[in-house]
């Protein structure tokens, strides 16, 4: 499974922006996707997941409020809404898809990664 993740751009703190991640020909109906971060010289982070319905979300403390996954089951797409950005929400974000159906934090169950798309909030 190969992953596109897009969206990705410059904002000005307090802005908005929205990631997409794509399965090109296959969908993602029956994985539970995740978003992870990495800023440089730091570790990558989990930001959010979603199960493979859409049922069951989970978010990273410091985007609660101002983060949304959804999922899109006809296309398998699945969204991240980035809202109220920071500058600290600087990084390149990667979508992740699981083999399972029930999402995790842990980076590690997630078999298929995107390239990545970078956001970068300005002050």
């Known amino acids: 499974v190969q992953l596109q993740a897009s969206g990705g751009g410059l904002v000005q703190t307090g802005g908005s922006l929205k990631l997409s991640c794509a399965a090109g020909k296959r969908t993602l109906t029956n994985n539970a996707v995740a978003w992870f971060r990495q800023a440089p010289g730091k570790e990558r982070e989990f930001v959010a997941h979603?199960?493979?319905?859409?049922?069951?979300?989970n978010y990273q403390d410091s985007v609660k409020g101002r983060f949304t996954i959804t999922r899109d089951r006809a296309t398998g797409t699945v969204y991240l809404q980035m809202n109220s950005l920071k500058p600290e929400d600087t990084a390149a974000y990667y979508c992740a898809a699981s083999r399972t159906s029930v999402g995790s934090i842990d980076y590690t169950q997630y078999a298929y990664w995107g390239q990545g798309t970078q956001v970068t909030v300005s002050s």
């Open positions: 979603i199960s493979w319905n859409g049922g069951i979300t």
